[in-house]
């Protein structure tokens, strides 16, 4: 396979690039698109799409309301773009080849746009994308996100090349904010369908709400309780999902193994899967009389098939990630892995694959990264809208083969037009939902807070760890002994007096499911002490009721808690015995640095965390009797 190299970025530059680069940042890589009307302009973006690519080395800039070329500062390839470039001993142009002079008709350029982890983001989300460092050396951050203007960057992107295969691994629905979740997501699918999304590869949420559901996001119809909430019926998908390792039977899956498609006379195959482990993440009903097979041995058994069609081209979509380094930019590769590259199940998954895949376009961690893995491009676009890949193949018309790769990671910024038609979709399930986001779900008696005491403790975290505790309690459900709920994932407080499904939902917005997991006395009393950091940041944990230790402030980090003082339901725990304990899937994967939940076994996935925030309140308030705040008393805090 012909070596792959990422695409040079000043985004993905080590910031002294980023400083050397300056403002240029973001009129080169943050796409503004407003269009431009005769001469004038309004943004680079839109000068891009009028007047094609600018010349080698160059970037559109729109000055004055005139489109311009203006000349690029690009890192020459030794300066350390962390992306995982294999050394060619061939300078670096760090621009797109499509199109150049030595690429000749002997080739064809085909674009590949990227993103991952949606989850039905149809709103602008909360948070911000890392683009550099400052002066001082602060971080340098913009808003990004947002389908409309994600609409709109598509739009931008695509305009550069008629050969473009819009492409999503996993996680397009499932575990959506109200807007969407509310309806199903067929909001989600709607919109995308105005977007021109070709593929999909299945993730783990979309079984959420098992596969009989996710079927009819393809085929559409009605939903078989709700039916069709907006009103105007649902068309399904225009889309296609891939699920290439989802067995419904010997020589059976759910949906499609792959695509093929032709540019010109050559074939590129796209392979669809997701992770192995969507059995543990999801309720055991989403996924009954489904097979989830080994990604790299499923990918590996196409190859021949794919080449006896005449594919040399294959790109492997799939929702399975990797980790970078904490403050990466996005088109870097830095982690904690071999070589200092990103770690996580995507390397070794990358290693694994037959040499004949060119490019893996991965997801399931919600993180950016840009990097090559085993000669592989391999590619994620963090999550929820908020960045789009741009993968640029150079394909041999002779051979078939992919001559060159190159990927950049493009933000998505809000200063561009919104697209008129996502829109208005958009504002159609906005004005649907108001009156369904107002629906009281319970009472309680005070202001459940987000602020923590000196222990570290709040009374919003516990009543949510408690409703976790609850809905994983039943031994089908888990037999959960305690819950762990963490700060962050809590977004703002409970008002007193009637709480609304909307205000709950504002709480958690990430739609995260709950996962019950074994751990032993020793593992739960290690992550305990993980709260501590060596950094001297802490971050406390939220257990539910019946669950108690002390520790000291003033004892050294590692040694802070004592053993003998943790207890559920004032029984000491045992070093070594079992215990089942609940977490929401992103603690349960060792988010908010707590590997230690990621060792335990026997998981089993539950209920959504709004959902079983919203059961809570309905079992344990009324407005006669209001649910109290829990006393702030489950954690001692000694000298």
């Known amino acids: 396979m012909p070596q792959a190299t990422p695409r040079s970025s000043l985004q993905g530059a080590r910031p002294s690039v980023f400083l050397l680069a300056g403002a240029f940042v973001t009129g080169m890589f943050l796409f503004a698109h407003g269009g431009c009307g005769g001469d004038e302009c309004q ?3 839109g000068c891009r799409e009028d007047k094609g690519p600018p010349a080698s080395n160059t970037e559109w800039v729109c000055e004055d309301k005139r489109c311009e070329q203006h000349s690029v500062q690009v890192p020459p390839p030794d300066s350390g773009t962390d992306a995982g470039m294999p050394d060619s001993g061939m300078p670096d142009s760090g621009m797109p080849d499509a199109g150049t002079p030595d690429a000749g008709p002997t080739t064809v350029s085909v674009q590949v746009l990227a993103f991952n982890d949606f989850h039905g983001q149809l709103e602008a989300p909360a948070g911000q994308i890392l683009t550099g460092v400052a002066p001082d050396g602060g971080p340098v951050r913009v808003n990004a996100g947002g389908v409309t203007y994600f609409a709109r960057h598509i739009a931008a992107l695509r305009a550069t090349n008629p050969n473009t295969v819009v492409v999503a691994a996993g996680d ?47 085929s559409g119809g009605c939903h078989p309780v709700d039916g069709c909430l907006d009103g105007d019926g649902f068309p399904g998908a225009q889309f296609k999902f891939l699920a290439a390792n989802v067995a419904t039977g010997v020589d059976r899956t759910l949906f499609p193994r792959y695509d093929v498609r032709e540019f010109e006379g050559v074939k590129v195959a796209f392979i669809g899967m997701t992770l192995e482990d969507t059995p543990e993440s999801v309720i055991p009903t989403g996924v009954a009389g489904l097979t989830f097979k080994d990604e790299v041995q499923t990918v590996n058994a196409l190859v021949p098939e794919l080449r006896r069609q005449g594919v040399e081209a294959i790109i492997v979509v799939v929702h399975q990630g990797g980790i970078p380094t904490s403050g990466s930019l996005v088109n870097e590769c830095k982690g904690a892995g071999a070589d200092g590259l990103i770690s996580g199940a995507i390397v070794g998954l990358a290693k694994g694959l037959n040499d004949a895949v060119d490019v893996i376009v991965s997801g399931h961690t919600h993180q950016a990264y840009n990097c090559v893995i085993d000669g592989k491009v391999v590619t994620s676009a963090s999550s929820m809208g908020q960045l789009v890949t741009d993968i640029d193949l150079t394909l041999s018309k002779a051979t078939g083969d992919v001559v060159e790769a190159r990927a950049n990671n493009v933000i998505v910024t809000r200063d561009v037009q919104e697209v008129g038609a996502v829109k208005e979709l958009v504002t159609k ?18 202001t459940l807070r987000t602020q923590t005491d000196s222990a570290g403790q709040s009374t919003l975290g516990f009543v949510i760890a408690d409703s976790h505790l609850e809905a994983t309690k039943p031994a089908n459900l888990g037999g959960a002994q305690v819950a762990f709920m963490n700060p962050g994932g809590m977004r703002a407080n409970i008002a007193q007096g009637e709480v609304t499904y909307g205000e709950a939902f504002t709480t958690q917005p990430f739609g995260n499911s709950l996962v019950t997991l074994t751990l032993t006395g020793a593992q739960i009393e290690q992550l305990l002490e993980r709260q501590w950091r060596p950094s001297g940041a802490t971050l406390m944990l939220l257990p539910s009721a019946g669950f108690t230790y002390a520790f000291s402030a003033s004892a050294p980090i590692g040694s802070r808690v004592d053993p003998a003082s943790i207890r559920i339901n004032g029984v000491p725990v045992s070093l070594t015995a ?21 060792e335990g076994t026997n998981r089993l996935g539950g209920a959504v965390d709004s959902d079983a925030l919203e059961a809570y309140l309905k079992a344990h308030s009324s407005m006669a009797s209001p649910l109290p705040a829990p006393a702030l008393n489950r954690i001692t805090l000694l000298p």
Not at 591 to 598: H, I, K, L, Q, R
């Open 429 to 446: 399930y906005q004005e649907l939902v108001t009156p369904r986001a107002n629906r009281v779900i319970g009472w309680v008696s005070q």
């Open 578 to 598: 079992e215990y089942r304990v609940t977490a929401n899937n992103y603690l349960a994967s060792g988010g908010d640095g707590f590997p230690v939940f990621a």
């Open 43 to 45: 943004d680079a973006a």
């Open 172 to 218: 397009l629905i499932g575990a959506s904010p109200l807007l969407s979740g509310l309806f199903h997501d067929e909001p989600t699918v709607e919109a995308m369908n105005l977007i021109g999304l070709d593929l999909v590869a299945v993730g783990n949420h979309e079984f959420d709400e098992g596969s009989t559901e996710l079927l009819r996001m393809q």
